[in-house]
């Protein structure tokens, strides 16, 4: 098997999700500092929750996020957790922040990849920056 997939007690995984978020009514406020500390809590999170941070990427009106974890994990309670932690810090730190009526809308895109085209994925969020 391929030294990708992850092994536990009761079960052999690579569960990789693409997810995309913005903020509310996708402002573009994710730009210098905002945007260097989004990043720092987004790893710090990922790191204390054991999940592998495979691409990360912020834009100034959203942000890329490609991570592996593990199958106990839906989702939806990463996205919950991510964006409940970031948004919580980033308002405290940065109070032009705190008049959005919130900083992440509730909604968000997520796909899976495998092994072939996490490669892929891989590449299409390093290419954000440089895109015209």
């Not at 903020?23 to 929750?49: H, S």
């Not at 959005?100 to 390093?126: D, K, Q």
């Amino acid at each position: 098997m391929s030294d990708q997939y992850k092994h536990a007690n009761t079960s052999v995984y690579l569960l990789n999700y693409h997810f995309v978020f913005i903020p509310k009514r996708r402002r573009k406020v994710l730009v210098g500092a905002v945007e260097a500390r989004v990043k720092e809590l987004l790893l710090q999170k990922c790191t204390e929750l054991k999940w592998d941070v495979l691409a990360l990427e912020v834009m100034p009106d959203h942000v890329h996020l490609f991570v592996a974890a593990d199958p106990n994990t839906a989702p939806n309670q990463m996205m919950h957790a991510l964006k409940g932690y970031t948004s919580r810090i980033l308002r405290q730190e940065f109070p032009h922040l705190s008049t959005l009526p919130a900083l992440w809308t509730r909604s968000y895109f997520v796909s899976t990849a495998g092994v072939i085209s996490s490669a892929m994925v891989e590449r299409y969020i390093a290419m954000q920056k440089t895109r015209d």
